[in-house]
């Protein structure tokens, strides 16, 4: 079982940045081979894809919506994953999911490839 518990959400005016974390616990990450990927879910809306990172950072996939202005990035050996947003939009306004895929090194950017999710936090951005 892997644990996650995302931080760093807050409320911001258009153009900010936050930095969203993604601790995870259960398994070490340096030692097992999984994707990590960031979703969100906007009130009335379905989760959505923003960003996957594969096991040594070497790969990442990131929405058309968020490319350019989010970056993601993990340090295994803090057993924690990154989402460092800038030029934040209302739109960018949902709660953000953190999630593990423990059958994969690879990242995927469908929900349902992933195992483990976190509580999420919430990301607000006014205009």
């Known amino acids: 079982q892997v644990q996650l518990v995302e931080s760093g959400g807050g409320s911001v005016q258009a153009g900010g940045s936050l930095r969203l974390s993604c601790a995870a616990s259960g398994r070490t990450l340096s030692t097992y081979a999984m994707a990590m990927g960031w979703f969100r879910q906007a009130p009335g809306k379905e989760r959505e894809f923003v960003a996957a990172?594969?096991?040594?950072?070497?790969?990442?996939h990131y929405a058309d919506s968020v490319k350019g202005r989010f970056t993601c990035f993990r340090d295994n050996a803090k057993n924690t994953v990154y989402l460092q947003m800038n030029s934040l939009k209302p739109e960018d306004t949902a709660v953000y999911y953190c999630?593990?895929?423990?059958?994969?090194?690879?990242?995927?950017?469908?929900?349902?490839?992933?195992?483990?999710w976190g509580q999420g936090t919430q990301v607000t951005v006014s205009s």
């Open positions: 990172i594969s096991w040594l950072g070497k790969t990442i």
């Open positions: 999630a593990a895929d423990e059958s994969r090194a690879r990242p995927g950017t469908l929900s349902q490839e992933y195992d483990f």
